[in-house]
């Protein structure tokens, strides 16, 4: 996610404010009384015409979980009794049986890196693979539907969402709506409205309870002041409470001014922050002040004020850590850099009492096409600014902000560029600055935070373990590090690590001579004058026999560009890289975007493919390596 600016024109501002089609109204949450220890007892629930109906999640970032609190908002407000599920509560003896389950189950699932589970479903779905082969009858009369949150860019594209469906049906389970597959690379907002209104018509028909726009119900009450009981943190935002402050210890530019861009080495203090190399640096952004002073100006909060979250079931789980104060929840949890989303800003404006005729389809649409660059949460909110009563009760007004309007600030996960052996008590990132279109004014919400970050100053990071380990000890076997871009950082600390083996003389090192024989990087830039990262040390490592065969595609330094997938097929090249992969039984390690990744899948495959006998042939060893770990990669959108 990136910044963008948030001042509307007076052309937006008129639009919203001119707009005469008035949102469906309803009924303010209750907030909770301001010197309240805890929370206020929960509203009866209302008579449920259409039965009870179950909400199961599983979400890496959060965004699964919105979408199936949204399920059940609506679920509530058309009949039905909804009851909203954490897959990392998920209990095999409760789902076996049927008195728990609702006769109606929905699944949001969302697919995490390379095809996985998220961390919350990781047992839901280890159950259900061996229950649908024990037992194909256990959901029988059961209805489920499944919508499942991916990006076409990754190869695995939503993949446990299609797991989830397969396995449900395989157990009994009657659908009684299509499997959604959203899209993160297109409108996932767009793909989930649309297969709303076609769950909504299987499950109630065209004479069954319509949506009535009622208030949406929210799992806390914002409390000012004090301190209440805290509630335990959601799968997707423990990372709130486990991580830890890093002093910035050095940081330098990589690229030479003429190209234009930035890409920052930064070097953090890692007594906190022990590490495998290779493997991954969490970095938890913080918004710019800027933006954080605009929505509370424009929705009226104190920013010096401090709150806690009281639960109003005691089962809620927080969406971050509470007592805290407004400025902190503004800066540090909330993502006011993301792509605002007209129903949940409907509900802020709904739950201060107020109308807000700007969000009709028609002037959203205008307002959002007005704004330069890409719209953000924060610049809505600061339009939606005059919609909200100057008297509406500002604990509504915060409750809804945060647990309803504001997805959470995720991390930005970087791979370390540093080596645990060679560089103890350091952890190196190395860091594309992203910037916002069109004119590249304002990096992105991450990219500011390292890029704002002098020595001296701390960061809070956590570190997540990686898939890019040393072959395993036995006989030594050759490794190919491919990595354009920003992609090398895990290739450097991986040199760097053996680098520092060969010249202690210790070949038991992971990345030492007993278990890699020999060592071929392939780097990608423009140009050799404006961005080879780390050019110095590459040469360095080859000097010093850490790196064996060193070649860069330069990607603008001719008329035709080369790219590190045109490279491997080069003859010299495919005759080195399938002897490495067939006779040495090397392993290949690839970082970058999913693009290259593809690219250098196929051509990997076509090097192979003359000595095992056709390209099928080679494509299915290239997918064996996969599952073996000796090809390994990490990619990103």
Request: aromatic share 6%; glycine share 10%; hydrophobic share 50%.
């Amino acid at each position: 996610m990136v910044d963008a600016p948030i001042v509307l024109g007076l052309v937006a501002v008129a639009l919203l404010l001119a707009a005469i089609v008035v949102l469906k109204g309803g009924a303010k949450e209750e907030p909770a009384a301001a010197a309240a220890p805890a929370a206020a007892a929960a509203p009866a629930a209302p008579p449920a015409p259409n039965g009870r109906l179950q909400v199961f999640f599983g979400s890496q970032t959060g965004t699964a979980e919105g979408f199936a609190k949204t399920i059940a908002d609506e679920a509530r407000r058309r009949g039905f009794a909804p009851t909203v599920v954490d897959l990392e509560d998920f209990e095999a003896d409760e789902f076996e049986d049927a008195g728990w389950r609702a006769p109606t189950m929905v699944f949001a699932m969302a697919t995490y890196g390379e095809g996985e589970p998220t961390d919350n479903s990781h047992v839901f779905f280890k159950w259900a693979k061996a229950a649908a082969k024990d037992d194909g009858g256990l959901l029988a009369g059961a209805k489920f539907a499944v919508f499942g949150l991916g990006n076409t860019q990754y190869q695995h594209f939503n993949a446990m969402g299609k797991l989830t469906d397969e396995l449900l049906a395989a157990l009994g389970g009657e659908r009684c709506a299509d499997l959604g597959l959203g899209d993160d690379d297109a409108d996932l907002e767009a793909d989930f409205d649309a297969w709303r209104e076609r769950l909504w018509s299987a499950l109630c028909g065209s004479g069954g309870a319509a949506d009535d726009g009622g208030a949406v119900a929210l799992d806390f009450d914002v409390v000012f002041g004090g301190a209440t009981t805290a509630a335990p943190l959601g799968a997707s935002t423990k990372f709130y409470a486990d991580n830890a402050e890093a002093a910035v210890l050095a940081t330098r530019e990589l690229r030479a001014p003429a190209d234009g861009g930035s890409t920052l080495h930064l070097e953090l203090d890692a007594a906190d922050l022990p590490y495998e190399t290779a493997d991954n640096l969490a970095i938890l952004p913080a918004n710019a002040p800027a933006d954080v002073a605009a929505v509370a100006g424009a929705l009226g909060l104190d920013l010096n004020a401090s709150f806690a979250l009281a639960p109003r079931d005691a089962a809620a789980k927080a969406p971050f850590p509470t007592p805290c104060g407004v400025r902190e929840a503004l800066t540090s949890y909330c993502d006011l850099t993301a792509a605002p989303k007209r129903a949940n800003l409907a509900a802020l404006v709904a739950a201060a009492g107020g109308d807000a005729p700007g969000l009709a389809k028609d002037a959203w649409a205008a307002w959002a096409a007005a704004v330069p660059g890409p719209p953000t949460l924060a610049a809505a909110l600061v339009a939606l600014g005059p919609s909200i009563p100057a008297d509406a009760p500002r604990e509504a007004v915060l409750a809804a902000l945060v647990l309803k309007a504001c997805p959470r600030l995720q991390p930005r996960y970087y791979t370390i560029s540093s080596s645990a052996v060679a560089d103890p008590g350091r952890v190196h990132v190395t860091c594309a600055v992203a910037t916002l279109p069109p004119d590249g004014a304002k990096a992105g919400v991450c990219s500011a935070t390292l890029a704002g970050a002098a020595v001296g100053a701390t960061i809070r990071a956590f570190v997540r373990p990686s898939s890019f380990r040393a072959p395993p000890a036995g006989k030594p076997a050759p490794v190919v590090l491919i990595g354009p871009g920003t992609g090398v950082a895990p290739m450097r600390a991986i040199l760097r690590e053996r680098a520092a083996a060969l010249a202690a003389g210790d070949e038991t090192a992971a990345w030492g001579s007993a278990r890699v024989s020999r060592a071929t990087l392939y780097f990608g830039c423009k140009r050799p004058d404006l961005d080879h990262l780390y050019s110095e040390e590459m040469e360095a490592w080859r000097a010093g026999g850490a790196l064996d065969a060193l070649h860069v595609a330069y990607s603008r330094a001719q008329k035709h560009k080369v790219y590190v997938q045109d490279l491997l097929r080069r003859d010299a090249d495919a005759a080195a890289l399938a002897a490495d992969v067939l006779d040495g039984k090397g392993h290949v390690y690839v970082c970058g975007g999913t693009a290259m990744g593809a690219a250098v899948a196929e051509a990997l495959a076509d090097v192979l493919a003359p000595k095992l006998g056709s390209r099928s042939d080679a494509k299915a060893y290239v997918d064996d390596m996969q599952k073996t770990g000796r090809y390994v990669q990490e990619l990103w959108a």
